[in-house]
């Protein structure tokens, strides 16, 4: 998800190395066969390790503290800038767009946001500097100034094929020169679906905002959860108390920040973005887990979808070879869009952070159609599909998404 400003004309121009070629249907999108075919970012632009290190640092930096790892790297340089503040009244211009990608400079994302995404009770706003500030991180920062102080990654789905897991492992054998840990990994990382965890969640927010109307406490919204999740007949109604859906629900801080809900939930709204990272993240575990992937790290219960996200560090993939560096993460956001055809779907991204007067270069912002957001890099090999509550009176999807401007 970075690159390089003077190796990437190829970027720059609106193409994404995950639009050429092939683009696998929504059902495919998570399987390894596709998206090794990219290869890693680093590899694919140009990043040296040094590079790498020192964004993988700063993605970490931006996270809230619930949302990341505890540990950070203190020997990075932060040379992010904060991009300057646009005119309100500016247009955007039309972004730049190449199969299933529409791309843009940092600057001209701010002015469509205000344009579009700022809206705060039907009013358009102008970008803060707190905000553009968090926008420079890249593309932590784009759900970050979307969602406010609220991407804590509690509330993940996402979907395992556990028959095809097994069938393959049992049918299947190793490539030529591919170790049993390696081979594992791979068929775990093909056993994955994101058009169907993506659409986990959103059935599981719709649930939620069902709930949310008339809930004036805490209380009487998870009340109404319980008897929507049970009108639905979804597996969510036999968690209990102690599960790690209710305790991501329980003492939801945007239901009681005062530019959330203010102890109001129905004033909140559910919704959506997604995060792509490595599944090898135990330190203490196989060190073939870290380099080949963790078959058993990060599924989701085959129930209810639902993902613990509890040993999420962002701990980026190990190298196998000598000089391979990895990303540790990747953020799209959704937010609340109508679309009810996934594929036609925008996800929002940066590729790195704001550094215009550094080697790397100025941060761009894509739109992606779903198929491509969820093509991926060999960097990562876990999709996630998180909700979290922002205000219902900010404006996060227009009636219609169009992908680039206008």
């Not at 929504?26 to 596709?34: C, I, L, N, P, R």
């Not at 993988?56 to 505890?70: I, K, R, V």
Request: charged share 25%; with cysteine; glycine share 8%.
């Amino acid at each position: 998800m970075y690159a390089r400003r003077r190796l990437l004309t190829f970027a720059t121009v609106g193409a994404a190395i995950c639009t050429t070629g092939f683009i696998p249907s929504v059902s495919q999108a998570a399987g390894s066969g596709d998206r090794e075919k990219t290869g890693s970012y680093a590899e694919t632009h140009g990043l040296t390790a040094d590079d790498v290190k020192n964004i993988n640092a700063l993605n970490e930096s931006a996270l809230p503290p619930s949302a990341g790892s505890p540990f950070r790297a203190p020997d990075f340089v932060d040379d992010r800038e904060t991009p300057p503040a646009e005119p309100l009244e500016r247009m955007p211009d039309a972004y730049r767009a190449y199969g299933g990608r529409a791309t843009t400079v940092i600057n001209n994302y701010i002015r469509k946001w205000q344009q579009v995404y700022s809206h705060r009770d039907g009013k358009i706003q102008q970008m803060t500097e707190e905000q553009r500030e968090k926008l420079s991180y890249g593309c932590v920062g784009v759900t970050w100034v979307n969602s406010g102080p609220y991407p804590t990654n509690r509330l993940a789905f996402a979907f395992f094929d556990e028959n095809k897991y097994k069938n393959d492992l049992k049918n299947t054998s190793p490539r030529p020169d591919e170790s049993r840990a390696e081979f594992e990994g791979r068929i775990a990382k093909d056993s994955f679906d994101e058009g169907k965890g993506f659409k986990r969640a959103r059935d599981v927010a719709s649930i939620m905002n069902k709930a949310l109307e008339n809930a004036h406490d805490e209380g009487t919204y998870i009340d109404n959860l319980n008897t929507e999740l049970t009108n639905n007949n979804d597996a969510l109604r036999n968690e209990d108390s102690r599960s790690n859906f209710y305790s991501a629900l329980r003492n939801t801080p945007s239901f009681k920040e005062r530019d959330g809900g203010n102890y109001d939930p129905s004033k909140m709204k559910a919704v959506i973005y997604s995060k792509h990272f490595w599944s090898g993240q135990d330190q203490r575990g196989p060190s073939d887990r870290r380099k080949y992937g963790d078959p058993e790290a990060f599924r989701p219960d085959q129930g209810t979808g639902l993902v613990d996200m509890s040993k999420d560090r962002s701990i980026p993939r190990s190298p196998v070879k000598s000089g391979e560096s990895w990303v540790n993460f990747d953020y799209g956001w959704f937010g609340a869009q109508a679309e009810a055809d996934a594929d036609k779907t925008i996800w929002t991204h940066g590729d790195h952070y704001h550094s215009p007067n550094s080697g790397l270069g100025p941060m761009h912002v894509y739109e992606s159609k779903f198929r491509n957001w969820s093509g991926g890099y060999a960097d990562f090999d876990r999709g996630t599909y998180m909700i979290t509550f922002i205000p219902k009176s900010w404006n996060t999807a227009p009636a219609k998404v169009k992908q680039g401007w206008p």
